[in-house]
């Protein structure tokens, strides 16, 4: 499928239309730049980070409007290369973070960006939940198969026989299937991109920001220095496959039965069981209340229950109780 | 039991009731027998009053049934333990009789179930009063329910006993009842009204309490040390919280769970301890003040995170429900023994505030501070409360909600031109610029676990390290000169000094009472403000022969306890000693004057 970009900026209350009276002008990427990204040259999160710019740009989401949350690895030094309100977190609780920023602050799109480590293997636990609650934000996890940061040690994703320091004689443990853990986490959005596709990765960002609830991109970004050539073959320029989801059109036509419905479970987690290069694009989306509006229709509910009364009033009333 | 001579109004009705100012009272049965019930009713209809009340509970450590006490004492004088000797024991079996008649006073009063309770009678210590209430409650309720309601028999047994407030306790049950069918009701109240007519006074003794002339007039309200934490939250403006179930810590995260959204606030069930802290932190960074509580094992969980937020100057509430340690431990039982892990828990150099509460009314007031440290320090603050204080119930002046509730609006007041999220100030206190603060020169925070600059850019550089550990410590020293010196109870100098924190403060304050009753003058001196201590300490110990540090926690290695080391430290006074104890329960006013006679010869 190649039609993922036209989706209309939908549910996204966080993202503020180009111009309203009392906005500051439309502005330019080239204003989101912040420090130099230390990044090795040639590192496949260059790629991301200009497309962050570029969906920020492209949607005008002003800088009061998102906060880029992370953890701890070299994906997550993302924050201090947007010039936005970020947030550089502990190791593995990025998502967890981001919880609690979404749910109390409706006004913020928040976007978190990890890597396998961070994500997959000390921060699974919280990758879990944050799916299976639907808590609105959007990760981002550039994904390279190794410990980088740290210089070359075995990752949740490092591919049986990779040689690391870790596992001189290569790596003995079954690599984790991201895409699958979310969707029987009950993730409610799961795409996959790599950096060498950038149109891709910006489609992937576009309608992961319009999905409400708890959006992930798993996003193949090569770590040049101690895994180069890990995703070659899902690079056409290095004699790869990079294949695309053919997402349903719902037209009838005879050829709209093979195309994939990203509502199927079932179907989503057989296309992620396929081997590397295995295929790019939305594997599983469904429409589910984030947490985030049930607790607001609970709130609601209870504000009205008390007519909605100053806190003043409703603790006096709960205190006359106890006397 | 203390008796007195003044009279009362309603001696008509009960002309041979002996005045009294204080009964401690101990119900022991089995968990399943309601006698909680029995004692929080007693404990709310004593505050409903005008009496003070402190009640003492034991769980079993099953998950259901097994022997268990509720011990309550009402008091017309400040009640300050839950009392060292029991005036009037209720055995329900024979393993209550035979578990708690040690704890009896002499000339004590001994009501138990003769179906089921065989008493030494030879024992001529005590008054033993025999009511069959297992066959009167089925002859109440109409041979029914087994023995369901002799809780509610034993209830009408006791007000009676004391001549309690009749309608009062009436107009309680009924409200108990609100949630129950009628037929429950009506048993209960039959149970209830049955035992109220069996006049105890014909085999024992009625009582009735004087009333307290010196009451302010102001109402008194009832509630555990949890509940006064959870509401002292609300008041404070707390909007969001998250906590992950611990036992003694569970019911204020299930309170806040329930009351939070009629205040448009939201409390989340987090999947562990970890993302409890971090969830807490993410909504404190978005600008109003969160909180995340737990007990024990969860705060050596929470630690790292806490570090975060120290570095990265979030303000945050922490509580910690204290239990026996470490690992598992105790879970039900109360232990002061976390207050290291809270002053120093984490790596690096990591100060952060911690404060306590001495008793249930202080809970409340103590979680409004704490949130308030928060706001103005941009510092974690670690509440230390115990199982003690959680669980308890105690009655006090109902709080001026006028003067203290307050909402927390986000502060997005746009930052100029000159902004750095942490320029190194005299005083070292940075205001956090929450998402969607404007940051007019485009310098927006990053906020960050690495070492940084004073625009927040990490570096490695050493010298951001040097000024960075000392801006973070110099806001604590700044705290420290505003905080209050502790009161002094009792002589302002002397021989001996007893100093406590947290739910010592109680039995430590009575004990001081005690002695100076006794004609040995004796002073008391509660800390709140653990970290940092106040400023003055060292001056008032100088006035004094024996500064003995009451806590319940272990002598240690060197042989102080947590808090007695952390005052040796900083006040190099070797007088310093420690009066410790790790049985899991609350000190008694015995035990403190025992151990200090002990220290002092």
Redesign the interface.
């Known amino acids: 499928m190649n039609n993922a970009t036209n989706n209309p900026s939908s549910g996204a209350a966080a993202v503020a239309p180009p111009t309203q009276p009392g906005q500051p002008a439309p502005y330019k990427k080239v204003?989101l730049k912040?420090?130099r990204p230390t990044w090795c040259p040639g590192c496949g999160d260059f790629t991301v980070l200009d497309l962050y710019f570029r969906l920020c740009e492209r949607r005008q989401v002003t800088?009061?409007?998102?906060?880029s949350?992370s953890g701890i690895g070299c994906s997550s030094r993302f924050?201090?290369f947007v010039?936005?309100?970020?947030?550089?977190?502990?190791h593995g609780?990025a998502v967890?973070?981001?919880?609690?920023?979404?749910?109390?602050?409706p006004?913020?799109h928040v976007f978190v960006f990890s890597g396998d480590g961070d994500a997959y293997s000390i921060g699974g636990?919280?990758l879990?939940?944050a799916a299976r609650k639907n808590i609105h934000m959007t990760l981002v996890v550039m994904d390279n198969n190794v410990y980088g940061l740290t210089k070359k040690q075995t990752s949740p994703t490092s591919p049986i026989g990779f040689k690391s320091k870790t596992d001189p004689m290569g790596a003995m443990d079954t690599p984790t299937n991201p895409l699958k853990k979310l969707i029987s986490a009950g993730a409610t959005f799961v795409a996959r991109t790599s950096h060498t596709n950038p149109q891709h990765v910006l489609q992937m960002m576009e309608r992961a920001m319009d999905h409400r609830g708890f959006s992930v991109i798993e996003c193949l970004s090569e770590c040049v220095e101690f895994y180069p050539g890990a995703f070659d073959a899902a690079n056409p320029r290095k004699g790869g496959q990079f294949t695309l989801i053919e997402e349903k059109k719902k037209d009838g036509t005879p050829e709209d039965a093979k195309r994939h419905d990203p509502s199927d479970e079932v179907a989503a987690y057989r296309l992620a069981s396929l081997p590397f290069p295995g295929v790019f694009g939305v594997f599983y989306q469904v429409n589910q209340p984030a947490k985030n509006d049930k607790?607001k229709q609970?709130?609601d509910?209870?504000?009205a229950?008390?007519s909605n009364a100053p806190?003043?009033a409703?603790?006096?009333k709960?205190?006359d109780r106890?006397? | 039991m203390s008796t007195t001579n003044a009279s009362s109004s309603n001696e008509a009705v009960a002309p041979n009731a002996v005045p009294i100012k204080d009964a401690v009272i101990r119900i022991a049965g089995n968990s399943q027998d309601g006698i909680q019930t029995v004692g929080e009713l007693l404990a709310r209809l004593s505050g409903r009053t005008a009496q003070e009340v402190m009640s003492y509970m034991t769980i079993p450590a099953t998950i259901s049934g097994g022997p268990s006490i509720y011990q309550v004492r009402i008091g017309s004088d400040h009640v300050l333990s839950v009392g060292d000797v029991v005036d009037v024991l209720v055995a329900f079996y024979q393993h209550s009789y035979e578990g708690h008649i040690s704890a009896l006073r002499d000339g004590g009063v001994l009501i138990y179930d003769p179906d089921q309770v065989k008493p030494n009678l030879e024992d001529k210590r005590f008054t033993y009063v025999g009511v069959p209430m297992t066959t009167l409650t089925i002859e109440a309720i109409g041979g029914k329910g087994r023995d369901k309601g002799k809780n509610m028999f034993l209830l009408g047994l006791i007000a009676r006993m004391f001549d309690l407030n009749l309608p009062k306790l009436e107009t309680m049950l009924k409200d108990w009842g609100a949630k129950r069918d009628a037929s429950t009701m009506e048993a209960t109240m039959n149970a209830f009204h049955a035992g109220y007519g069996f006049d105890i006074g014909r085999m024992g003794q009625n009582f009735r309490f004087i009333p307290n002339e010196q009451r302010s007039g102001r109402p008194l309200m009832v509630m555990t040390g949890n509940q006064a934490m959870a509401y002292g939250l609300i008041a404070a403006g707390v909007r969001f919280g998250a906590a992950y179930p611990i036992t003694p810590w569970s019911s204020i995260m299930e309170i806040m769970r329930a009351e939070l959204p009629k205040y448009g606030g939201i409390f989340l069930q987090a999947e562990d301890e970890i993302a409890a802290v971090c969830a807490a932190i993410g909504a404190s960074y978005g600008g109003r003040v969160a909180v995340t509580g737990t007990s024990g094992p969860g705060l050596a969980l929470k630690t790292e995170a806490i570090g975060w937020a120290v570095m990265a100057e979030i303000p945050l509430v922490v509580i910690d429900v204290q239990r026996g340690g470490p690992s598992t431990g105790l879970p039900t039982k109360m232990e002061q023994s976390d207050l290291n892990i809270a002053v120093f828990g984490g790596h690096g150099d990591c100060p952060r505030i911690v404060v306590a509460p001495r008793n249930v009314e202080d809970a409340f007031y103590i979680s409004i501070e704490a949130v308030k440290l928060a706001r103005d320090y941009s510092c974690p603050v670690i509440i230390l409360s115990d199982q003690a204080i959680g669980f308890r119930v105690e009655a006090f002046e109902v709080p001026d909600l006028k003067a203290l509730v307050q909402e927390m609006p986000i502060d997005f007041t746009p930052r100029g031109a000159d902004f750095k999220p942490y320029e190194d100030t005299p005083d070292g206190i940075p205001h956090h610029a929450p998402p969607g603060t404007p940051i007019a020169n485009n310098n927006f925070p990053i906020l960050s676990g690495l070492e940084h600059n004073e625009a927040g850019h990490p570096g490695e550089d050493p010298k951001f390290h040097v000024v960075m550990t000392a801006k973070r410590r110099r806001k604590l020293q700044k705290l420290a000169e505003k905080l209050p010196t502790p009161e002094v109870f009792g002589p302002a100098e002397g021989d001996v000094l007893l100093v406590s924190w947290g739910s010592a403060y109680g039995p430590t304050r009575e004990a001081a009472e005690k002695s100076i009753a006794a004609g040995q003058p004796m002073s008391a001196l509660c800390i709140r403000y653990l970290n940092p201590l106040p400023s003055g300490l060292g001056k008032i110990f100088s006035r004094f022969k024996h500064i003995l540090v009451v806590e319940n926690n272990d002598s240690g290695l060197y042989g102080y306890g947590q808090l007695a080391a952390i005052l040796r430290a900083c006040c190099c006074d070797a007088r310093i000693r420690g009066i410790n104890k790790t049985d899991g329960l609350s000190f008694k006013v015995t035990e403190i004057l025992d151990a200090v006679r002990a220290q002092i010869s």
């Open positions: 204003e912040s420090d800088r009061e409007k998102i906060t949350v924050p201090y010039q936005a309100h970020g947030v550089h977190f502990i609780r967890a973070f981001a919880t609690g920023l979404s749910l109390s602050r006004d913020l636990n919280h879990e939940h607790e609970l709130i509910t209870a504000r229950a008390t806190p003043l409703v603790l006096q709960t205190f106890m006397k």
